[in-house]
């Protein structure tokens, strides 16, 4: 657990310009998510990339999330935890797990588009057990495997755009009319693919969405320019 432990200092250290929320990715990651300047600093990850996609994996994801429960309230951090079907059966068996992250409204459970039968939304009955329980999110809308009407269901807390989505229609007045109809639906919405300066720029046309990508990128090193 001494990568857990070492996260969890580094939590303490974090730094949220104009009051805007920071993810942990599944990596250890930490990506900002906020509407103004990339933070001046990063922190560097902590969890091993090879642990991901297994029950193991997401139990320690899972005790980390209890221990660092203080932190992300106390500043006002969100956590994204990616999971797969395998997963998000082990959690739906699992009610000591569910009352856990009832407590951690801070966390968001994140499935991608190819989950199997996304495409039933509120009706797959899988998902429709945890939504009970805890927030869901969606990591990569717009990759075009589930309508477009699943992802403004209003099932999902967080939705994330696909790098290629947003790198596709960045330019284009597409892009607003589909962020709008996202958040419309109660969702916040995240522009993933933010790499560059300039397309920092361009995500600042769009108010109502949140970013992250490269420019954020925790791995960089402290102090590196972009």
């Not at 599944?26 to 969890?47: C, D, N, Q, R």
């Not at 209890?66 to 932190?71: I, K, L, N, W, Y």
Request: glycine letters at 8%.
């Amino acid at each position: 657990m001494e990568q857990y432990n070492a996260a969890l200092a580094l939590l303490g250290q974090v730094s949220v310009p104009g009051g805007s929320a920071a993810i942990i990715g599944e990596t250890g990651k930490l990506w900002g998510i906020m509407s103004g300047e990339p933070p001046g600093h990063y922190l560097s990850a902590v969890f091993s990339p090879k642990e991901n996609a297994n029950i193991n994996w997401f139990e320690n994801q899972l005790s980390f999330i209890s221990r660092a429960a203080h932190v992300f309230n106390h500043r006002g951090l969100c956590y994204l935890l990616h999971m797969d079907f395998e997963q998000a059966a082990y959690l739906a068996s699992s009610p000591e797990h569910l009352r856990q992250l009832a407590l951690a409204p801070f966390v968001t459970l994140m499935v991608n588009e190819s989950f199997p039968n996304l495409a039933d939304a509120q009706h797959n009955p899988l998902l429709s057990a945890l939504m009970a329980d805890v927030n869901l999110g969606l990591s990569d809308a717009g990759a075009g495997i589930i309508p477009f009407s699943v992802v403004c269901s209003g099932m999902f807390a967080v939705t994330v755009l696909a790098p290629a989505f947003f790198h596709q229609y960045v330019m284009s007045p597409m892009l607003p009319v589909v962020a709008e109809k996202i958040t419309d639906c109660g969702s916040t919405l995240v522009l993933n693919g933010v790499d560059t300066p300039q397309l920092w720029q361009l995500g600042q046309t769009v108010p109502e969405a949140k970013m992250m990508g490269k420019c954020f990128d925790c791995s960089t090193p402290a102090g590196k320019s972009h």
